[in-house]
């Protein structure tokens, strides 16, 4: 037993440690149970606890104690807690032999090895069996270390077997740091090469900086500090770096298709001109072409935005809301549509290349959509820097309506011009000395000022235009047309002095203008319709009359007597004082029956060289007399004398 146990000890030398013995104990809580009386716990119940409880109190129905060492025959009748109790007894005592039978071992075993170098005090342990069988200083522990020929044999190649373990290990380690020179060398690369290409994007004026929310990404603003919040809040793109060191600029913030704002003009539903898209970026473009793309792209759309929230304010200005634009009646034929185009995406049914004879006016509304978005910006700016801001919610960019205006006013400058030419053209067909000047005043801004500022005010307060309309030598006005901001433009009407000198105007006295200003041009035209048969009247009583006055006989046989003629009381015509039947009438206007056509009208009643009455109306354009001749030979020939 004793050499089994030294020979199991050599098999894990130096190691004192008492074999593991098996559990006896429950290994789960249902052991637990089975162990104790399982059928104690389904008979369990209130009313036996309580019996059992007044039975130990009174003393009653308490057992004898159980003899552990009584004879099998006894045991037979016995419970199972009991049988129990003695089997653990039995298995207490067979480990306690066992552990004591190892501890002699372990003893016999120290004692041995203490007795070869000092015999003296190992002795008193030793039990006289091992001393016996073994005997005094035959093992000892510095038996271990000494070489023996087998391990002497054996040293050279532990040796080389070492060295060979020490030059795999370096070049194993050799080999690491070589992977991991270049892993360095390739991160050094791309860390380059992706600063470098930020450094390059702030040295073109792009601001960079760490991601708000990732302190380790750097990012790049390529929004607009005085952009509406919803745009501003998404203006800066994280810079990534992809494994070639190239930056990856993230665009999920504002979608990953470029966008540009596009006008175009319809003719009848027909394309005419379109504003011209610029082709896509590559993924490989240099970052700075990358960012220049990503800030055009939030400006279209925040363009876009702010159109649609300004074009539910203007539906009665002619703007329509469309599923994908956004539509401005020009004119019964003219249309301006405005959209957000996809860039890469071509319009279905249209070559993109055709040229329009309208693509330069398209051309030329896109830039300044862009530019009023940029005075919007400047004019947030500057209403931040005032004390005392109103911080409600943002309010609506002037962006269609200075452009609405604008072709307002100069649709009504075309449409007066067109008017008033109309009219000068009939005076003329009656060979009437009349004429028309316009002058209109070079469009300038503010000196210094940004172009966004300077186009704002151009379209907004553009000057006012001049037509300095003579009708006769002596009856001239002007018309000033102003422009406003809903309706396009306004009018005033002022008399002009007289090109004679010492001559006054007549409409002054006749016809005098309002002070107001005249809401549309049709007041005007009506002003002008009843101050042009005054200015004729007045023209002719105050120069062909006073003049046959002077010279005698020049208008005809009978010299007339300034006394024959007075003015209506309308003033539209010239009568004799006797009967108020004699003489000439004018009347200018438009013709219904003849679809509007501009008329100068002269009612002539005189009596001819047979003393006879004669009337007759005569009109231009269509008359092939002047005028002039007809009212004199009626001057002349005016009532017959009593």
């Given at each position: ?225 005085n952009a509406a919040p919803e745009f501003k ?100 034929s003219t249309t301006v549509s405005i959209r ?192 042009i048969p005054r200015a004729l009247a007045a ?104």
């Amino acid at each position: 037993m004793l050499r089994q146990q030294i020979e199991t000890m050599t098999d894990r030398p130096f190691i004192l440690q008492v074999p593991p013995t098996q559990q006896r104990g429950p290994q789960n809580i249902a052991e637990f149970v089975a162990r104790i009386n399982p059928d104690a716990f389904r008979v369990l119940n209130e009313a036996e606890l309580r019996r059992k409880v007044e039975e130990e109190k009174n003393g009653v129905g308490q057992d004898e104690d159980v003899d552990m060492e009584s004879s099998p025959s006894d045991n037979e009748g016995e419970p199972a807690d009991a049988k129990d109790i003695i089997t653990a007894k039995h298995e207490m005592l067979r480990v306690i032999d066992q552990t004591r039978q190892t501890t002699m071992y372990a003893l016999d075993f120290v004692s041995l090895l203490l007795s070869k170098e000092n015999p003296g005090q190992a002795v008193t342990t030793f039990s006289p069996g091992l001393r016996e069988l073994v005997g005094i200083g035959t093992l000892g522990a510095t038996m271990l270390d000494a070489p023996t020929p087998l391990t002497q044999s054996r040293i050279p190649d532990n040796k080389l077997v070492t060295i060979g373990k020490r030059l795999m290990d370096l070049n194993k380690a050799a080999d690491t740091a070589l992977a991991a020179s270049k892993r360095l060398q390739k991160e050094i690369a791309a860390e380059t090469k992706y600063w470098s290409e930020v450094l390059a994007v702030r040295n073109d004026g792009w601001q960079t900086s760490r991601m708000p929310r990732e302190p380790q990404t750097m990012g790049v603003k390529f929004g607009f500090n005085n952009a509406a919040p919803e745009f501003k809040a998404v203006s800066i793109a994280p810079m990534r770096r992809a494994d070639n060191g190239s930056v990856l600029l993230d665009r999920s913030s504002i979608g990953h298709k470029s966008q540009r704002i596009q006008v175009r003009i319809l003719e009848d539903g027909r394309i005419v001109g379109r504003s011209s898209l610029p082709s896509p970026v590559s993924a490989d473009a240099p970052l700075q072409d990358r960012v220049k793309e990503m800030r055009d792209t939030i400006f279209a759309q925040e363009l876009w935005h702010e159109i649609n929230r300004e074009a539910r304010t203007l539906l009665n200005q002619g703007v329509h809301l469309e599923p994908s634009s956004i539509t401005y009646t020009m004119d019964a034929s003219t249309t301006v549509s405005i959209r957000l185009a996809t860039l890469g995406e071509e319009e279905e049914g249209l070559d993109e290349q055709q040229e329009g004879p309208q693509d330069v006016m398209a051309e030329s509304l896109n830039i300044a959509l862009s530019l009023l978005l940029s005075h919007a910006h400047r004019m947030n700016e500057l209403r931040r820097s005032e004390p005392g801001i109103n911080k409600g919610p943002p309010r609506t960019y002037p962006i269609l309506l200075p452009l609405i205006s604008y072709h307002k006013y100069n649709q009504s400058i075309q449409t007066c011009l067109q008017t008033l030419s109309a009219h000068i053209s009939v005076l003329r067909s009656a060979s009437v000395d009349s004429s028309m000047t316009v002058k209109e005043p070079l469009l300038s801004s503010p000196p210094g000022a940004p172009a966004a500022t300077s186009l704002y005010t151009i379209l907004t307060r553009p000057p006012a235009v001049q037509f300095d309309i003579t009708i006769t030598p002596d009856s001239r006005i002007r018309i000033l047309l102003k422009p406003t901001q809903l309706t396009g433009a306004a009018f005033s009407i002022c008399c002009l002095p007289a090109l004679h000198p010492g001559a006054q105007n007549p409409l002054a006295t006749t016809c005098p203008p309002s002070t107001d200003d005249y809401d549309s041009l049709t007041q005007v035209v009506s002003y002008l319709q009843a101050a042009i048969p005054r200015a004729l009247a007045a023209h002719y009583e105050a120069v062909l009359v006073v003049e046959a006055t002077v010279n005698g006989g020049m208008l005809g046989d009978l010299p007339p007597s300034p006394s024959r003629w007075m003015p209506l009381i309308d003033g539209k015509g010239i009568v004799d004082p006797e009967t108020m039947r004699f003489g000439i009438r004018f009347s200018f206007g438009r013709n219904p029956a003849k679809g509007g056509q501009l008329e100068l009208g002269a009612q002539t009643d005189y009596v001819d060289g047979s003393r006879k009455r004669v009337r007759r109306n005569w009109i231009w354009p269509g008359a092939q007399s002047s005028l002039d001749s007809i009212a004199k030979h009626v001057l002349a020939h005016g009532p017959p004398e009593e």
